[in-house]
């Protein structure tokens, strides 16, 4: 199975703000569209964002992000990053980056928000906000 690599993970207080990178060391992102997701403890694991080889994004979050997640791309670094600022407790969660290789798709495309989806996956980086 195809991995990808997160980090930029960690402790933080509410209102702080924080970079997740994605990376895979077994294929080219370029190639890829990517998306993050994030699990929280008894919770489903849900879509935020995913953007596409051309860098549209598709939003996928749930209504308590309002705009406060940004995802980016930088194919010269072969990185997908995802910008989470004014943190609040509730975004505390394990974060998750997955891709799908669609060098055979229209550059702009995105698959839906469903996990299955996406066949790469990262092991995850956990994000905890708290006072």
């Keep these: 199975q195809l991995q990808l690599v997160e980090s930029g993970g960690g402790s933080v207080q509410p209102g702080a703000s924080?970079?997740?990178s994605c990376s895979s060391p077994e294929f080219s992102?370029?190639?890829?569209?990517v998306a993050w997701f994030r699990e929280a403890p008894g919770k489903g694991r849900e879509a935020i964002s995913c953007i596409s080889r051309a860098g549209n994004i598709s939003?996928?979050?749930?209504?308590?992000?309002?705009?406060r997640f940004t995802v980016y791309r930088d194919n010269a670094k072969h990185t997908v990053s995802l910008h989470l600022d004014s943190l609040r407790p509730e975004d505390s969660a394990v974060y998750y980056c997955a891709g799908k290789f669609v060098?055979?798709?229209?550059p702009t495309y995105c698959p839906r928000d469903s996990t299955s989806n996406y066949p790469a996956w990262g092991q995850g980086?956990?994000?905890?906000?708290?006072?």
């Design 29 to 33: 992102l370029a190639d890829s569209a």
């Design 125 to 131: 980086t956990h994000v905890t906000v708290s006072s």
């Design 59 to 67: 939003t996928f979050h749930v209504d308590s992000i309002q705009g």
């Design 18 to 20: 924080l970079r997740l």
């Design 103 to 106: 060098r055979d798709r229209r």
